[in-house]
């Protein structure tokens, strides 16, 4: 059974940071790349990061560049989310999410998913 369970969310005020995390289990961690995609209210689904199977090419949102860093480790089955100098627009559930041996930034590509966790950063 595959399982994607992020943490680290909260509440945090502008500026202020936090770190997600996302544990994987049930596939081969190793042939997943991997994103983070995050969802306001009445908004669409978009990607804010995302990492190759081998970390070796890694996305940002432009709206993100300069202030989150995605990470994994391939060892311990996780992949993080380093946000810093969040913004009250930064406010959303956040998900993990898998995509099996390519590379997309795009949410259909990707084959499991997390079932978010919440950041909410206020003013």
Not at 37 to 65: H, L, M, N
Not at 66 to 90: A, C, H
């Amino acid at each position: 059974q595959v399982q994607l369970v992020e943490s680290g969310g909260g509440l945090v005020q502008a500026g202020g940071s936090l770190r997600l995390s996302c544990a994987v289990s049930g596939l081969t961690f190793s042939v997943y790349s991997m994103g983070w995609f995050r969802q306001a209210p009445g908004k669409e689904r978009d990607v804010v990061a995302c990492i190759s199977w081998r970390g070796g090419t890694i996305y940002y949102a432009d709206s993100v560049k300069g202030r989150f860093t995605i990470s994994r480790d391939n060892t311990k089955n996780t992949v993080d989310l380093q946000m810093n100098s969040l913004k009250p627009e930064d406010t959303a559930v956040y998900y993990c999410a898998a995509d099996h041996m390519s590379w997309s930034t795009a949410r259909d590509k990707y084959d499991f998913w997390g079932q978010g966790t919440q950041v909410t950063v206020s003013s």
